[in-house]
């Protein structure tokens, strides 16, 4: 007999009934099989009450210990929550004595910094009197070098004092130190620039960076440079009289151009800054400073001559002039 249709769920009783019977139709004693069908049903049902009564002892039996569990598990959140509160509080506590701590911290950090700074000051104070006292005999010694090496140790100290109540008069003496150094060392700067010795030139270079004022060595450099070549054109006029004007520019020009590449080379090794742009102002200062001037030059030269021989000077001297711009400028570009 199956039994496995009851627990379908769309089960019919007919249906299964008469599929049940179905089968026995050419049985003789039917109803011998209905005594035995319905003896099998009944012990069917009662092994289903059987284990139902099981199921249900087992679940009344174990109802207390849930029941236990459920109280446990109870307590245990409601600990397990008091403790969660008590972390909280603590963990706001370590954060509330963090900030604090971390708030000293950095005030002790501040207080630290400032004592180091104030005592730097002391020490940059002091050592800035030290060096006041030395550097009067070492300006009478004439060492230009020592001279330079303290006057820059006394620039480095002035920069730690720059909140010193007395900075600003620190700051005119240090300028007036410079001045003085200036003017000692100007004498033989200008010598080592005329006659290009190159040690002595990168020692001035070198201390006149170190206490700011390159810019006045290179207005120096210039000047000299200026001299040199204006006292050249006097030179080549006073030497060959008896040439013409396009004769002294030809000359003129060629030295300009030979200078031009002996000086590339020289303030290369000398100067840290570009020599092009510093030799063109100068280049451009000598042309407009010569004496006498070329446009006087020249207008000394038209007056002795008929217009015709004026313009074919003229046109000569335009060529001898696009010439040298056009060397001057393949120069710089070599430069």
Known sequence: MDVSAFSEKDFDVKEWINKTFKSTEELEDKDAFVSSLVMKLQLYVQQVNGSLEETSQSVLSSLPRILRDTQLLQQEALALKDKMATVKQEIA????????????????????????????????????????????????????????????????????????VDYEDKKLQLEGLKNRLEAMASPKLVQAFTIRNLDESKIYVNIFSKMDRLPQLLKYYQNCLKVSLCEEWRKIREVSMEDNVTSWLNTFYDKLLLEWQDQVKW????????????????????LCSLDPSIHDTITGALKYLSPPLQLDLLIELKKITQNFARNLNASLEIS
């Not at 009197?129 to 005999?137: C, I, K, Q, R």
């Not at 290369?268 to 100068?282: C, R």
């Open 93 to 164: 506590k370590v954060e509330k004595d963090t900030a604090l701590s971390m708030t000293a911290l950095e005030k002790m950090a501040r207080v630290k910094t400032e004592l180091q700074v104030a005592k730097q000051s002391l020490h940059e104070a002091d050592n800035w009197s030290v060096l006041a006292n030395d550097l009067e005999e070492v300006f009478e010694s004439g060492d230009i070098e020592k001279i330079g090496g303290k006057v820059f140790s006394m620039q480095k100290s002035l920069s730690m004092l720059a909140n010193a």
């Open 267 to 286: 303030c290369n090794q000398v100067f840290s800054t570009s020599s092009t742009v510093t030799l063109i102002d100068i280049y451009a200062d000598v």
